[in-house]
């Protein structure tokens, strides 16, 4: 008995003549709320700041801040894999005058049993500590009720990360001597520090540290101005690699993007075999300071170090150069590709609001080109709103994307939101299409009664699934511009249209085995030469047993 299944969803978008960008569409559930009445409204983005995520297999935990009448708390909110909320608890107490300030380094990360999370508290004599707190899976909070000092006068912006055996958590110290540095401090699961150690050292600021543990050693990278304040025209992305055993590999630091102007927030995550970093960066605009123009880059980086797209004075890969203020790049790895989102904050005409972007594990912009901004995730509810600080992180399933809705009209409060992202539809029957897969060539010969000529599309895909095929069906869903896929069945034809594509005739066997590849043509009679957008659904029916 013969059923058909579906296997793969492409959205091809071309740029006549024969530059494309091309990728699935996004499985994006409805928005939901994960955190309410956190803050009272108010201008300023960094309070309540950027919420934290970590996933014990279960359930994910969400981190925010909120301001009480009697006190402030970080509270924790367990939320399942359906984007359900299962509970909601007070993690700690915040000493009292600054409350929610300064919590954009709220970090999670899970041990095997239990949680760290990582946050700042302001001391009794005005200096900020940065302090830890154990959370079980169910929500039980084991150090508090202000959890234990990790670092004492470090000011905010910490990461933490699990090798399998200790925690690492990096932050920022300053000193009269050198300005900021980077520390770092391993934390053992029963809430120990282990020791305390510079990370990196050097004249001008280090700020803004993040971190991932690559199976043998973390790489930490920071924003770096070694001339200037932790945030100034010539700041540029550095890292370091720290073994297991709190030793610094590259003392001198890994130099990953130094660029003209600005090279800020940043965040970075390993696929199993390299790391990405991602960072705002200003290289394409002027460099000052208060030039909210930025754009967002990434660049892939083996464990031993080595920049893997271009140099770091020219190279990385541009992800979104869309002419708005971007800022706070977030990246996970969802198992395929690289998960990229960013905000793009603005009060007036959109586009404004959280955004995204994937990029393959060759370094291939999947939702492309840069400078369309990539995928509009969401928008804010009313003017007087700004979407900040988002976070991500992967479960194996699906992606959780949460982010600060900062309002700002007197008598509302702050809130957090998510979306779960699927990893249903992120290519895992066919190989996801790169360069190398898909061929164009034109002619001035039309076709489909469209005068402008033929634009033909060869793509090249490859059965990873463990399913036998006998058929492709080619189902179009969008094709813009009056264009027609000429080879439809039926005759051509635009939505709507259909192509069965049987395999019998051109493979050995007349199947399409696991591992196998099979090129597929596509005509398309062009109207015009404008851009046009090509979404097909691309079906397969398993060959009978």
Partial sequence: MKKSILYFLSTLIFWFPASLAFGTDLDISPEFLIASGLTPANSDTNNPGKPGIGFDGVNYLVVSCRENDSSDNIEGVL???????????????????????DQRGLSVAFDGSNYLVVFSQVTATGFWDIVGARITPVGTVLDGPRGFTIFQDAPFHSAVAFDGTNYLVVSVRFNTTTLHDIIGARVNPDGQVLDEFPVFTAPGGQAFPSIAFGGSNYLVIWSDTRSGSPIGPDAD??????????????????????????????????????????????????????????????????????????????????????????????????????????????????????????????????????????????????????????????????????????????????????????????????????????????????????????FTITATFTNISADTLSNLLISVQTLTGGNVLCNANGGPGGAGATLIVPLQGDLADGQLSPGESFVVELPVGLQSFNPFTFLVDVLGVEAAP
Wanted: with cysteine.
């Fill in 237 to 454: 992305i550095y890292g370091t690699r720290v073994s297991p055993e709190g030793l610094v590999l590259d003392p001198g630091g890994i130099p990953i993007s130094t660029a003209l102007g600005i090279q800020g927030f940043n965040d970075i995550t390993f696929d199993g075999v390299n790391y990405f970093a991602v960072w705002a960066d200003q290289r394409n605009n002027p460099p000052v300071i208060f030039d909210r123009i930025i754009d967002i880059y990434g660049t892939r980086i083996t464990p031993d170090g080595v920049l893997l797209d271009g140099p770091p004075d020219t190279g990385g890969i541009a992800i979104s150069t869309y002419p708005r203020p971007q800022d706070n790049p977030v990246v996970s790895f969802n198992g395929t590709e690289y998960f990229v989102a960013w905000q793009m904050s603005n009060f007036f005409d959109p586009p404004k609001g959280i955004f995204a972007a994937r990029v393959s594990t060759d370094g291939f912009l999947i939702d492309g080109p840069p400078d369309a901004g990539g995928v509009l995730i969401s928008e804010p509810d009313t003017f007087d709103s700004k979407l900040v600080w988002p976070n991500s992180h992967f479960n194996g399933n699906n992606v959780l994307l949460a982010w600060t809705n900062n309002r700002e009209l007197g008598g509302t409060f702050k809130e957090v939101t998510g979306v779960l992202i699927s990893h249903n539809l992120l290519n895992d029957k066919f190989a996801p299409l790169g360069p190398g897969d898909v061929a164009t060539a034109f002619s001035r010969t039309p076709c489909g009664g469209a005068a402008a000529g033929t």
């Fill in 79 to 101: 939320v399942s894999t359906e984007g359900a909320i299962v509970t909601s608890f007070p993690i700690a107490e915040l000493n009292p005058n600054r409350g929610c300030d």
